[in-house]
């Protein structure tokens, strides 16, 4: 009897013991709280793994070393200047959109931390380059707090609102390395079924209030103890929801297993989805896995939505060339050259640099010696210094050295960049709309961006070999200033016919 009174009070005293640190997490923010915040998240800044953790969530290595490398040097610093925990407050404001501003920060403080430092590293101080410098903070109820201008006015204003929700999350979600809640406020639910009414496909279809009314918040907790894990905790307005919510669930665990796209990224996507474990009690739910299997599995799901983002940045490069081509056109009354030449014919320096200040970069411009080779003592400096524009950022591949660029144009005598003279427009006959401009080419055949040196267009293409850059396919400038996407199983003949700027041949772009 005594030892079941005695295991009962330690079953007590623990569960105390984890309702308090649950309790002092919530408290901590709680001063910062309104109804529009729907996230806040935590890193336990003393006990957060960087290396160990970033290592085992990140598939790819070198990402991951990057990570590490432009991270734990902040955390080390904002440890020895006091710093406790590290806390993110976001809001409808701060989603995921162009022009979004990132999450408010709430770091508090040891007894004997230092607000000064604190905050001079939150604004990008000098001792630790911060992964986002905040533009202001301010120390403001015992905490620092660091946002916009607007962000720590606001802050420093505000009339709390209890959200009692943040306490029950946290305590589910247990004490950590670091933690995520999700908590929408009914605003945020209002907008959301604004916005998308119904759900998508491939979580089953029906309303979106399934998700938007049926559950209460989130936690997901990363775990560094023994080994790294995942584990989401929903919370659901009672059983019968949550096992609607588990359906949801399983409907896009089943879309993700037969995606085309995400077998192309992980062809063993199955295999890491089972090693998901899903639990419904009640009226919660509850998904663990191992860090690493999550991480490869979230990689999967997201790598073809990334691919997706750089392939349309990519294309707004070529689109910013083919601009700044046209302009060079109006202004000189032919496309640039391929390369700048010496009074011998000797190439010297690439069409790259002689469309700069048609690209805003005039001031670079000026800087060349038009007279010195790309690789002569002056040029030679500027290489470093290339423009962003001529930057693809797509992840396939090798990641490519500074100053190399993956952007080209066709070479060859029926081309539109013959050599060393560019040509009018009246030039190509072919006419503008089937005539390439410019190629985004794999990243082995990348070029330093200032060298006179492009893709040589040979008489027998095969797309397989030049049309990789991206997924499946390449961006391509055309010289009306479109960009099209051609993908590496178009036929060799329309690709070569796409080269010339005078072979007469007819192009459908249904061929493309």
Not at 34 to 48: C, E, L, P, T, Y
Not at 178 to 187: I, L, N, Q, T
Not at 435 to 464: N, R
Request: glycine fraction near 8%; include cysteine.
């Amino acid at each position: 009897m005594f030892r079941k009174l005695l295991s009962i009070g330690l079953l007590l005293a623990l569960g105390s013991i984890e309702a308090q640190a649950a309790d002092a997490r919530a408290e901590a923010v709680a001063p910062f709280l309104d109804a529009d915040v729907v996230m806040v998240a935590r890193i336990n800044i003393d006990s957060f793994d960087v290396e160990k953790l970033t290592g085992r969530l990140v598939e790819d290595q070198a990402s991951a070393a990057m990570f590490t490398n432009g991270f734990a040097p902040w955390l080390a610093a904002l440890r020895k200047a006091g710093a406790r925990d590290l806390y993110l407050l976001g809001r409808l404001e701060n989603l995921p959109a162009p022009g979004a501003a990132p999450p408010s920060a709430v770091v508090t403080l040891t007894r004997t931390g230092d607000a000064d430092a604190v905050g001079k590293l939150l604004r990008g101080g000098r001792e630790a380059r911060a992964p986002f410098a905040w533009t202001a903070s301010a120390r403001i109820h015992g905490a620092v707090f660091a946002g916009s201008d607007e962000a720590v006015r606001r802050a420093s204003r505000m009339k709390p609102v209890a959200r009692p929700e943040l306490a029950e999350a946290l305590a589910a979600a247990m004490d950590s390395a670091a933690e995520a809640v999700v908590m929408p406020s009914a605003d945020a639910r209002r907008v959301f079924e604004e916005m998308m009414p119904n759900l998508p496909a491939e979580f089953g279809g029906g309303p979106v209030t399934t998700l938007t009314r049926d559950l209460r918040w989130g936690a997901l907790t990363i775990q560094d103890q023994p080994e790294p894990a995942l584990r989401l905790v929903l919370q659901a307005r009672d059983a019968s929801a949550a096992k609607s919510v588990a359906q949801i669930g399983g409907s896009l665990d089943r879309t993700l297993r037969i995606s085309l796209d995400i077998k192309g990224a992980a062809p063993d996507f199955a295999k890491l989805s089972d090693w998901f474990t899903t639990a419904v009690d009640g009226d919660r739910i509850t998904v663990s896995a191992d860090a690493k299997a999550a991480g490869a599995w979230a990689s999967a799901v997201l790598r073809p939505m990334r691919q997706g983002m750089t392939r349309a940045d990519c294309a707004n490069n070529l689109k910013q060339i083919g601009l700044a081509m046209h302009n060079y056109l109006d202004a000189h009354g032919t496309f640039p050259p391929a390369f700048v030449a010496d009074e011998e014919g000797k190439p010297l320096l690439s069409w790259r640099v002689l469309i700069l200040p048609y690209l805003d970069q005039n001031e670079l411009y000026k800087e060349f010696h038009l007279d010195e080779p790309w690789d002569g003592p002056h040029n030679k400096a500027l290489i470093g210094r290339m423009p962003k524009a001529y930057a693809c950022p797509s992840e396939l591949g090798q990641p490519l050295e500074p100053g190399r660029t993956t952007y080209a144009v066709p070479r060859g005598p029926r081309t539109i960049f013959p050599g060393a003279v560019g040509l009018k427009i009246k030039e190509i006959t072919d006419g503008t709309s089937n005539t390439i401009l410019t190629i985004d080419l794999p990243d082995e055949q990348a070029v330093t961006w200032t060298k006179p040196d492009d893709w040589k267009a040979p008489a027998t293409i095969d797309p397989k070999a030049v049309l990789t850059r991206h997924q499946k396919g390449s961006n391509t400038g055309f010289a009306d200033g479109s960009v099209h996407f051609l993908k590496e199983a178009i036929s060799p003949q329309t690709l070569n016919d796409l080269t010339t700027r005078n072979g007469g041949e007819v192009i459908s772009f249904d061929d493309l």
